[in-house]
């Protein structure tokens, strides 16, 4: 009369199947899922492009500036990626909804760009990527921030040297 | 004719090909149909061993140059109409194979592809809304 138990056990339980496609189902907080990209607060080190396994993201020279290109359809969510990110410009979020129709392949992308700007004090031509936290001697104001983002990488530097000497 | 069709369309048949996978994505295939957790089984779907059998055929692996003849005579025996999913990032692009000599992925230059689930493995309820859409694709075609 053992299995009697067992019954009334796993009438009280209920079934131990996931209720997924009709319900809700779990997913672990630190599921790696879908990329994404954040511009403002990406140095352009290109440490992502260089360790990524599945040769998924790609730089390229635009008009505009420097195009971030993620394919997820080549993505081994392996979070290399965000691992070497200096800034956190690359994340991975615990979104695993990726399957798609055939129509959609190519659109599979994460998608950004880094401006190309005129440098505020020299006039040279630079990308506004997000300044070193090196370049300050202590936590930055968003303010500051944008700030050193409007010079080229030289002006950046001579503006922190005469910041931290005076 | 039009009752069959209807009966079939609750019912379809899934047939895996292994197009020189890793092992990874097969092995996220039979959780998905052999654990009750995941139970594909509540969608209709079966696993069956022919190809003459199938309606939903899931490809794993990024078709390597050996495999190549096989696969492409196998999907031949497959009776039309058929839907076709590819599972993981090798047969959708190539993965991390791509470039390889040894590899002719992606696989859609041979084989019309209908849904993809990307992914290294993609996980058992993502694929389970990928056999979820080719279902869908599948309603469709009968």
């Known amino acids: 009369m053992g299995f009697l138990g067992v019954l009334i056990r796993n009438l009280v339980a209920g079934p131990s199947t996931d209720p997924f496609p009709f319900g809700e189902t779990f997913t672990p907080a630190t599921l790696r899922g879908r990329v994404e990209y954040h511009p403002a607060d990406c140095v352009a080190c290109r440490a992502c492009e260089q360790v990524c396994v599945g040769g ?3 730089f390229d020279k635009t008009p505009e500036g420097l195009r971030f290109l ?3 359809d080549s993505c081994t969510f392996c979070g ?3 691992f070497y990110c200096p800034t956190e410009g690359i994340t991975l979020t615990d979104d695993w909804h ?5 129509s959609r392949k190519f659109a599979m ?3 950004g760009t880094i401006p190309t700007i005129r440098c505020a004090a020299c006039g040279a ?3 506004a990527t997000a300044p070193a936290a090196a370049l300050f001697d202590h936590p930055p104001t968003p303010a500051e921030v944008e700030e050193m983002r409007s ?3 030289r002006c950046r530097r001579k503006v922190a040297a005469e910041r931290k000497a005076s | 004719m039009n009752l069959i069709s209807r009966i079939s369309a609750r019912s379809p048949w899934l047939y895996r090909i292994n197009a020189g996978s890793c092992n990874g994505c097969d092995v996220e295939l039979a959780t998905t149909a052999c654990i009750p957790r995941y139970d594909v089984e509540r969608l209709g779907c079966k696993y069956c061993g022919s190809p003459r059998h199938a309606d939903i055929v899931l490809i794993t692996g990024p078709l390597t140059v050996r495999v190549k003849d096989k696969v492409l005579r196998l999907y031949g025996e497959i009776p039309d109409p058929k839907v076709t999913v590819a599972v993981g990032i090798c047969p959708i692009s190539g993965g991390v194979f791509r470039g390889s000599y040894a590899v002719c992925a992606p696989i859609d230059q041979y084989i019309p592809i209908d849904v993809n689930v990307p992914g290294c493995p993609p996980r058992p309820q993502a694929i389970l809304e990928g056999v979820a ?3 869908e694709i599948w309603k469709e075609r009968l």
């Open chain 1, 125 to 127: 031509q630079a990308l």
């Open chain 1, 70 to 72: 993620l394919w997820h």
């Open chain 2, 133 to 135: 859409m080719a279902i």
């Open chain 1, 109 to 111: 992308v994460e998608e």
């Open chain 1, 151 to 153: 010079y080229c990488p």
């Open chain 1, 56 to 58: 998924a993201i790609r």
């Open chain 1, 80 to 82: 290399l990626c965000a």
């Open chain 1, 98 to 102: 990726l399957a798609h129709p055939q």
